[in-house]
């Protein structure tokens, strides 16, 4: 007979994690300080247009990101969305029966529709843009070695994150970020020790989790 621990194990580990990113964000000021970098800015919109022109070649410049991108930030909430459809709507599937006492029938076939087409482009963000950013992308492969440390080259920091304080501080330049955290100055402070050694580490941009 099958055993369910093994199941049981990973989910339980993974709803571990989750709250534990949860307590990180509520109660330290570091975490509090990464949601507000996290939350969506009209640069983003801005970032997200120039970065498509230089991609397909129509600009020769790049654009300047601090220290979450759009893409960073998109990857960090569809984390949030996504589980929160994904439960609601199986669980009305689940709980047809039970739904359908309260609300029409094709409430069900709605929620069906939606678990379907979010499970899709889920895959895919997992599949081609979250592996490409971590092992394919030819500026960090085979890997992006924050995963385990939460800290990147110099190097790196500087062409893909220009504008985090941690990165400008490297080279001496003022923070230009107005919302720049005591923790990130902490930080950089630490960086400026490598600021002639492009193969040490800097912290950021650190995973949100």
Request: proline content about 8%; some cysteine.
């Amino acid at each position: 007979m099958p055993s369910a621990a093994g199941p049981i194990g990973w989910r339980g580990a993974l709803l571990l994690l989750g709250v534990y990113h949860l307590l990180y964000v509520l109660f330290t000021k570091e975490g509090r300080q990464s949601v507000k970098d996290l939350l969506p800015a009209r640069k983003d919109a801005i970032d997200l247009a120039a970065s498509a022109q230089y991609l397909s070649g129509l600009s020769a410049k790049k654009q300047k990101i601090g220290r979450f991108g759009y893409a960073e930030k998109v990857e960090y909430w569809a984390v949030i969305w996504g589980p929160i459809i994904m439960g609601a709507t199986g669980l009305t599937i689940w709980l047809k029966m039970d739904v359908t006492q309260g609300l029409p029938r094709w409430a069900v076939e709605v929620a069906t529709t939606i678990h379907y087409y979010e499970a899709v482009p889920a895959c895919l963000a997992i599949l081609a843009w979250h592996l490409y950013h971590v092992l394919l992308d030819p500026d960090i492969y085979p890997l992006n070695f924050a995963v385990l440390d939460g800290k990147v080259s110099a190097h790196w920091g500087k062409e893909e994150h220009p504008l985090d304080p941690s990165v400008q501080l490297l080279d001496g330049a003022p923070v230009s970020q107005p919302k720049a955290t005591e923790t990130a100055t902490a930080h950089l402070a630490a960086a400026k020790s490598v600021e002639n050694d492009p193969t040490e580490t800097t912290p950021g941009p650190r995973s949100p989790t």
